[in-house]
């Protein structure tokens, strides 16, 4: 009954269908890998903000080039470890990062180094602020002076983000889209380490006018809902096949003629005849 299966053009008709289901297995299998790293990264997230802080070193390196340089990335499984440092916040150096939106406001994150007691560098995003006042979003704000003296400031390490553009000095200021470390590193005086630090907590205390960066958790549950979507193509394709090959096989055997059409015009002609 089913011998049909096995001509050129149904197993042709196979092959496709187990190439398909096997891509879409695939695609699956990558989802759930990306499902399980976002996860992961809430994770970290969430732990950083209860964790005691640990000393810079134990999740950023320091960097041991000279002048311009770039130490190493942090370690994916450190990132958003909570951490703490003392040093000297260098003014002479700030860094704006334009078209940061908060509450559905573009403004800038403020980056200012801060030049540890080793003569390295790390840069601290002490947080985000609007631009000035009736003017457009591209327009420097004013950017409360940072503390005179030591601070010591605690936070998150946060990765060096992708991509990069220009780094470009303005009225005493560095500007730039992304926190592209070794592009800004080029740009200062001393080696800088390979992650930034998001401020959470400084002493002296950070000046009111910066608003903290809020925090976003990755969507993972996304990533969850296309591993089930692509699983679930796949069987629909092995099922579909197999449909298509039964009502095959029930149509050479003759057990699905069709029916000859039903005349309604002539059944409900047939009581008045009578």
Not at 208 to 222: S, Y
Request: aromatic letters at 8%; glycine letters at 10%; a positive charge.
């Amino acid at each position: 009954m089913y011998r049909f299966l096995l001509t050129p053009r149904w197993l042709g008709y196979l092959a496709l269908t187990l190439v398909a289901a096997a891509v879409m297995v695939f695609l699956g299998n990558w989802q759930l890998d990306r499902y399980r790293g976002r996860t992961a990264i809430n994770e970290r997230i969430d732990a950083g903000s209860t964790m005691p802080p640990a000393p810079l070193r134990a999740a950023l390196p320091a960097p041991s080039g000279g002048s311009g340089s770039t130490g190493p990335a942090p370690a994916e499984r450190l990132t958003w470890t909570k951490v703490t440092a003392t040093g000297r916040y260098d003014s002479a150096n700030v860094v704006l990062v334009r078209g940061r939106t908060v509450d559905n406001v573009v403004g800038f994150e403020v980056l200012t180094p801060l030049v540890l007691a080793d003569g390295t560098a790390v840069l601290v995003d002490r947080g985000w602020i609007p631009p000035a006042p009736g003017a457009g979003a591209t327009t420097q704000p004013q950017v409360p002076a940072a503390p005179a003296g030591d601070v010591t400031v605690t936070g998150r390490v946060v990765s060096s983000e992708s991509g990069g553009g220009a780094v470009d000095r303005r009225d005493g200021k560095l500007e730039t889209r992304r926190i592209s470390i070794p592009r800004l590193a080029k740009q200062l005086p001393y080696p800088v380490a390979g992650g930034y630090v998001l401020l959470d907590q400084q002493a002296p205390a950070a000046d009111p006018a910066f608003q903290a960066v809020p925090i976003g958790h990755t969507n993972n549950w996304q990533n969850f809902g296309y591993v089930v979507q692509w699983w679930l193509f796949a069987g629909m394709s092995l099922v579909g096949y197999g449909w298509v090959a039964r009502r095959e096989a029930r149509r050479m055997a003759g057990l699905d003629r069709p029916r000859r059409p039903v005349d309604r015009a002539a059944e409900a002609a047939s009581p008045a005849s009578a």
